[in-house]
């Protein structure tokens, strides 16, 4: 099963979503800032991140940024999570869900992006179409 990293700065949140991931047969690791999270993947990398929009140390936005700028690691899927009513324009995740995620929308997000994930890469090494 895939791997997910999530990240918030809201224990109460990351908890929630762990359970749910972890119930569904995703291997979790948690952080709760960007810059913990960031560690985290370039120690190992996942294949898909949640991540909160606006944290300390490090935002999602940022997370993602540099993650979209690492050679061979830019095409993980990453979702992007807020309470604000609408994502920024200047970051390029795969999904935006608003506060609070409600587990069935999160892992439908998640096995979706994670099927576009494989397909596109099949595609890219020149496998079936």
């Given amino acids: 099963m895939a791997t997910v990293l999530l990240v918030d700065d809201d224990a109460d949140a990351l908890d929630a979503w762990s359970a749910i991931c972890a119930a569904e047969g995703y291997e979790v ?4 800032d960007g810059k913990s999270a960031l560690a985290q993947f370039m120690a190992a990398p996942v294949d898909v ?17 540099r993650l ?4 061979g690691l830019a095409d ?17 995740f795969d999904g935006f869900l608003r506060k609070p995620v409600e587990g069935p929308v999160l892992l439908a997000t998640m096995r979706r992006l994670l099927e576009d994930h494989v397909t596109h890469r099949t595609l890219q090494r020149g496998g079936p179409s």
């Fill in 29 to 32: 690791k948690t952080a709760l």
């Fill in 49 to 65: 991140v949640v991540a909160d929009w606006r944290m300390p140390v490090m935002s999602g936005s940022e997370l993602c940024h």
């Fill in 68 to 71: 979209r700028t690492l050679p």
């Fill in 76 to 92: 993980v899927a990453f979702i992007l999570v807020s309470g604000e009513p609408s994502p920024p324009a200047f970051v390029s």
